[in-house]
């Protein structure tokens, strides 16, 4: 699955997944990664699965995985 930055950009920018995202702060790791998982599921597409990676790499990025 390769995409262009322009379709990356599409997907974060979602109201929703910001939405999503911001709700997560605050929240253990562990838990963190259980609600990513369950909107991998509900979310079953490619924006859905770019903005759950993108954001565990931001967890690896931070230290936290």
């Known amino acids: 699955m390769k995409l262009k930055r322009q ?3 599409k997907c974060i920018d979602n ?3 910001q939405s999503f995202r911001l709700s997560l702060k605050g929240l253990s ?3 963190k990664l259980q609600k990513l998982n369950q909107y991998k ?3 079953n597409s ?3 699965n770019v903005r759950v990676i993108n ?3 931001a967890l690896k ?3 936290q995985l």
């Open 7 to 9: 379709e990356i950009k």
């Open 15 to 17: 109201k929703d997944w």
């Open 29 to 31: 790791t562990k838990v």
């Open 41 to 43: 599921k509900e979310h």
């Open 46 to 48: 490619k924006c859905g």
């Open 55 to 57: 954001y565990e790499n």
């Open 61 to 63: 990025r931070a230290g």
